[in-house]
């Protein structure tokens, strides 16, 4: 599998380098056993794709935090599968935009 991005082909193994990073940023904030379950799919069954949209389900089904660093790291995994404009990355696009007005909120009123 090779997607062109940006006039450039990106390979299995930079999907999947991209993909684990992302995990990895989650590492803390998710449950360990579903943590475990998306390191498989990147890191055993090469089903990075599904470890992405099962990371964002979990964000939005446990209404997790999403901070800057982490919401880049799977943006960019995202659209190196060609999944930038995914029904899900919309959704966590969203998602974030109103954490992050959410925040300034309440930064303003501190």
Known sequence: MAIYRDRRLVTK???????AVALESF??????ERFR???DWVHRYGE???A????????GDLDLPVDQAQFDVIERAM??????????????REYF??????NSR???SA
Request: aromatic residues 8%; glycine residues 10%; hydrophobic residues 45%.
């Open 48 to 50: 990075w794709g599904l």
């Open 27 to 32: 590492k803390d904030v998710l449950p360990p």
């Open 52 to 59: 992405m949209e099962h990371v964002i389900d979990w964000v």
């Open 37 to 39: 379950d998306a390191h």
């Open 79 to 92: 659209a190196a599968m060609g999944w930038g404009e995914s029904s899900r990355m919309k959704w966590l």
């Open 106 to 108: 309440e930064g303003e």
């Open 13 to 19: 193994q930079e999907i999947q380098a991209l993909c």
């Open 97 to 102: 935009a109103s954490l992050r007005s959410g």
